[in-house]
């Protein structure tokens, strides 16, 4: 048995939306222990400068490697597309991201090669997304589409009301028309919006989850380097905010599926 098997897989987010990558690596891994950070004090990510993104990811990856993590998954779109690279090149353990995951599964989902992604601005205007696919598949075509709106309607709970079917239609009306076969959900608060989205895009249209897609490339990473967890005992779940904001308890079990516990928070 490797030492190191039984040590929790580190996510973090900047935020709650994290959550939704912590829900699929349960359901998908379920005797991994989990340790969860989310910057809820200094959310959201996306209006922040590049420089600012940088040195916060830095200072939780920081965190989460004390606690002797076996794999950090940066979670959040926006510190992905930002501040990957900069956690490889301080991890001593493997580094996984959201928007590499979503890359591969917008590659094998895909059979035109026509792909639209949707996200935050600042991870749109990264081009991120269309970097990562093309390094897989140099042939397709990208279509990317910022949607502001759509994390604050998930936060209020509109996960299925008309003012986010219309802020939807409007939004994917450009995409669509680019006769896409796939949208990659680039934030990690779209997947709560799958049924609505997958309303509006119709069925020739497949949904690529990057939540599920990083919990499928956390598995295939853990057999390979041989680092599951041999332990078949339930398995401990840990969360720490920098804030514990209003309705916090209520948005983030909306986002997890489940009850929310164990939660710490961290004052820097």
Sequence with gaps: MNPSSGNP???????????????????RLPFENIVYFGDTARVPYG??????????????????LAKDV????????????VASQIVKDLSPV??????????????????????????????????AYARAIHQYEPEARIFSQACPLFVPLVEEGWLDHPVTRLTAQEYLKPVLAQNIDTLVLGCTHYPLLKPLLQDVVGSGVRLVD???????????????????????????????????PLRFQTIGERFLGRTLSNVHVVKW
């Design 47 to 64: 209006v922040k400068s590049v420089e600012t993104i940088a040195h916060y990811t830095t200072q939780i990856a920081e965190f989460l």
């Design 94 to 127: 493997p580094v996984l991201d959201v928007i590499d995951a979503g890359a591969l599964g917008a590659i094998s989902t895909s059979t035109k090669k026509q792909v639209g992604v949707i996200g935050t601005p600042t991870t749109i205007n990264s081009n």
């Design 210 to 244: 990057s939540a599920e897609a990083m919990a499928e490339e956390t598995a295939a990473l853990l057999a390979e380097m041989n680092m599951a967890n041999p332990q078949r005992t339930p398995p401990r779940y840990e969360f720490y905010v920098t804030d514990v």
């Design 9 to 27: 897989i580190g996510v973090f987010d900047s935020g709650v939306g994290g959550l939704t990558v912590v829900r699929a690596l349960m359901e």
């Design 70 to 81: 076996k794999l950090l998954v940066v979670a959040c779109n926006t510190m992905a597309a």
